[in-house]
């Protein structure tokens, strides 16, 4: 059955079906052991005191705005088939869906931890301090008192989580193989391979269906979160302590040993140390070469900030001053579509402009700027009213009053967001595959290209790529994080 240019029949073929019932499982599969992991320790951090807790909190955003391709080498590198654990325990992972959902934990981790944090956060100590004097213990405390108090937090983070886990697309791509494969690798195939547009499309209009019914969901949730005042906790100690410090190292190990695994390999051969990936990098016979590689990189993301910054900033302050819940929904629907979508979406939609820079540009800017939207919205809606219409009231024009007043206010939030769009667009792989064309080679496809060669040489090569990616990212948040960039 056709709708348009949409072929719908494809959704009676059982292999379709089972690549949603995959694509579906593991996403629900990485938010239940997320949760296992990040809703206790969310809980803790947010009744104990920690030294750099809130740093702590900001620098687990970085494996989230981590370059997919990144994360691949950084899990082959430790649990692929000659991986360093693999070497030590035997145990290769290689062939099964594990490495899949520890890529999706990897990236989606640190999301439901601050969702959650934020979630037990808003729960006075008082209420569970209540439960205590009435005889619950500390863990009785927290599951009948606290966490169904926190429980829209808990959801919102589970629902986010689950939706960037259904529309991943680098992992699935790498790890999977055909057997693995999700809905999202499919649609790519169809498209890039088959040039099946209409049953891609068809894909594309299934997945969507799923991802609104869980983003409307998500928005419900959010809508009502306000922000509790600061106040003095106490140290853990005892059974608490130990609690926090083991699940604490467990996040630190599934959110940075691949990262640490990368960096190590790009300098390691097999006669120990070196640096010849580095220098086949730089040779004159690489095709395309760095340079170009790097320039296309920082030209792409630059042109692309911009926009976002722009169109984002358009966006939230229109959804903050007309209170439209509708406005606030729409501000997601980029993200309800993965990277492969938009790009296969913009094809469709402007196919005489497929060899044009400004089509991909057009492609990363709907990507990132959502990112700006959710991180500013939060913050004008804490905007002092008061303090505006003292201003005014002291002479000052409309003008200079978000000037001198609000704009401080929201700066942070504003630089928060720019960092985490730009963070992304530095590593975007998806649309790029999709739109791409040779001259427009950036770092995320030269590492791709190295993984699909044989050979050390290559993926020595590949981990250097994929090092500089992630000192880009980690220069992104260095220089333009504020300290309050969420998606909210």
């Not at 680098?170 to 999202?184: D, Q, R, W």
């Not at 894909?203 to 509790?228: D, E, P």
């Not at 604490?248 to 691949?258: D, G, V």
């Not at 990936?277 to 340079?291: A, E, K, Q, R, Y």
């Amino acid at each position: 059955m056709r709708v348009g240019g949409i072929n719908l029949s494809i959704w009676r073929e059982p292999y379709f079906l089972g690549r949603l019932g995959w694509t579906l499982s593991q996403a629900g599969l990485t938010v239940l052991l997320g949760a296992a992991i990040a809703w206790p320790l969310a809980y803790l951090l947010s009744r104990h005191a920690l030294r750099g807790k809130l740093g702590l909190l900001r620098l687990l955003l970085l494996p989230f705005v981590t370059p997919a391709l990144v994360a691949v080498l950084g899990l082959t590198a430790l649990l692929g088939p000659r991986g360093w654990i693999t070497q030590l325990t035997g145990l290769d992972l290689s062939d099964s869906p594990a490495l899949i959902i520890l890529g999706n934990l990897f990236f989606n981790l640190p999301i439901m931890l601050r969702l959650a944090y934020g979630g037990f956060a808003r729960v006075p100590p008082s209420l569970t301090g209540a439960a205590r004097t009435l005889g619950a213990n500390h863990w009785q405390a927290a599951l009948t008192v606290a966490l169904p108090l926190a429980l829209p937090g808990l959801a919102a983070g589970a629902i986010l989580v689950f939706l960037y886990s259904a529309l991943s697309f680098g992992l699935p791509l790498t790890l999977g193989g055909e057997k693995y494969a999700t809905l999202e690798v499919e649609i790519y195939t169809l498209t890039a391979y088959e040039l099946r547009l209409p049953e891609a499309s068809a894909l594309i209009l299934g997945q969507l269906v799923v991802t609104l019914a869980a983003t409307l969901l998500y928005t419900r949730l959010t809508s009502g979160a306000v922000t509790s005042a600061a106040r003095a906790l106490p140290r853990a100690r005892g059974a608490a302590a130990l609690a926090l410090f083991s699940l604490l190292a467990l996040t630190l190990l599934i959110c940075f040993s691949p990262l640490l695994a990368v960096v190590i390999r790009s300098f390691s051969g097999v006669g120990g140390p070196t640096l010849a990936f580095w220098h086949g990098l730089v040779s004159p016979d690489n095709d395309p070469p760095l340079s170009l590689m790097l320039y296309n990189t920082l030209r792409f993301a630059g042109f692309t900030l911009l926009g976002a910054v722009v169109l984002g900033a358009s966006h939230a302050l229109g959804a903050y001053l007309s209170r439209s819940r509708s406005l606030d929904a729409l501000s997601l629907l980029p993200l309800m579509l993965s990277p492969v979508s938009v790009g296969v979406g913009y094809l469709l939609t402007y196919p005489a402009w497929a060899a044009q820079l400004g089509l991909l540009i057009a492609a990363y800017t709907l990507i990132a700027s959502p990112l700006i939207t959710r991180s500013l919205l939060p913050a004008l809606r804490a905007l002092p009213l008061r303090a505006l219409e003292a201003a005014r009231t002291l002479g000052a024009s409309p003008l200079m009053a978000s000037r001198t007043v609000a704009l401080p206010l929201i700066w942070p939030a504003l630089r928060g967001g720019a960092a985490l769009s730009l963070a992304t667009v530095l590593g975007e792989f998806g649309a790029t595959l999709v739109l791409t064309r040779p001259e427009w080679s950036t770092l995320s496809t030269g590492l791709y290209e190295r993984l699909g060669r044989p050979g050390a040489q290559n993926l020595g090569e590949a981990c250097a790529l994929a090092t500089i990616l992630l000192g880009l990212a980690l220069g992104a948040f260095t220089v333009l994080d504020g300290g309050e960039g969420e998606v909210a």
